[in-house]
């Protein structure tokens, strides 16, 4: 099955952000303009030409890159809760002040768990796991379009992957 992974656009979080939002309510982030533009021009992928499907993360700025995409090129979308972005804090607490040090540490510790570890976030195998468990029920598929995040994407390639806003990553499985 081949398999056309794609970043969500361009995102903003001045609205969630002045609501006071946080953990999952700042996912609720929508795209800036450009993100739409971003998700407009990257419909005409010519790699998209013969999927049958795209499968959505549940998270507003995925799920708007790939809602935009199938309007566009008329491709049918479902949603897949288990591709949603890296979990930062798995006890769902959000009790930290700054979770930029959460992601710090994970890039550090390249998603693996140590005596170092200081703070309650997702391995790069538990992520792993999740988004191979989702792609493995399209098995039937020939061809399918993920609308994801860079990080939950990097467990497809390989760790330090760093895409852009839209960007494609194109594997077979």
């Known amino acids: ?18 609501r006071g939002y946080f953990g999952m309510g700042h996912e609720l982030g929508r795209l800036t303009e450009q993100g739409v533009k971003q998700a407009e021009l990257r419909s005409y992928d010519e790699r998209f030409i013969g999927a ?3 499968v959505a993360s549940p998270y507003t700025r ?38 930029s040090e ?12 140590s005596g170092e570890t200081k703070y ?6 538990q992520l792993k796991k999740r988004v191979d468990q989702v792609l493995s029920k399209y098995k039937t598929y020939k ?9 939950a994407i990097s467990t497809q390639t390989f ?5 852009d ?9």
């Open 52 to 54: 049958e499907l795209i």
């Open 165 to 173: 806003f839209c960007e494609v990553r194109e594997i077979n499985l």
């Open 159 to 163: 760790f330090e992957d760093i895409l």
């Open 1 to 18: 099955m081949k398999v056309l992974l794609v970043r969500h656009a361009e995102p903003r979080y001045d609205e969630v952000d002045s």
């Open 120 to 125: 309650p976030w997702e391995t790069y195998a």
């Open 62 to 99: 995925a799920l708007q890159t790939a809602a935009i995409i199938s309007r566009m090129t008329n491709i049918p979308l479902v949603v897949e809760n288990d591709i949603h972005e890296w979990m930062p804090d798995m006890t769902q607490k959000f009790d930290v002040d700054d979770f």
């Open 102 to 113: 959460l992601y710090k540490e994970y890039i550090r510790q390249k998603g693996v768990k």
């Open 143 to 151: 061809k399918i379009i993920v609308v994801s995040h860079g990080i």
